[in-house]
């Protein structure tokens, strides 16, 4: 016969289903932390790649661009050359450096000359100078950039990826 009013007893239900939730929940968060470094980086040119395509490109626009660069650093001197086409993901990563270093308005680029009766100061900031000729998006380019004074140290610090020696 059966008790009426019987008690069931459910305490290592309880339990069980407390455990069950806990160790769930760490697996989700182990997942989350773990499983994120399983995750493959994207490629950053295929992504270019698509965005180009796409017409939703964030890159600056690559210059066409033919450069010879003479630099003399006060001890030794060396020329180099530097050829862009215009596609981004072909071009050196010097081209597009450039480009972003360029202001809208600039015909010239990042060798636009030192404005006429801008304030500059007289400081030394190295011995080198770097002539640069050529073309930079069908405009000729023929200038000289030293490290004499704070605008030409300016316009040296802008062309730095151009007139530092690459490999």
Known sequence: MSKLGARREFRGTVGSAVLGSLCLGGAVVY?????ASFVTVPDIRAEAAAQTMSGLSGLPDSPVASLEVRVDDGEESYEQRL??????????????????????????????????GAICTDDVYGPETAVVTGTWNDVRIDTE???????????????????????
């Not at 997942?31 to 499983?35: L, Q, S």
């Not at 086409?85 to 270093?101: E, K, N």
């Not at 950039?145 to 490999?167: H, I, K, Y």
Request: with cysteine; glycine share 6%; proline share 8%.
């Open 83 to 116: 050829d862009c086409t215009g596609d981004p993901l072909s071009d050196p990563s010097v081209c597009t450096q450039l480009a972003a270093s360029t202001e809208e308005e600039d015909e010239a680029g990042p060798f636009e000359e030192v404005a006429p």
């Open 145 to 167: 950039v030293t490290r004499v004074g704070s605008c030409e140290e300016a316009r040296w610090q802008r062309l730095r990826p151009l007139v530092e020696l690459r490999d």
């Open 31 to 35: 997942t989350a932390v773990v499983g």
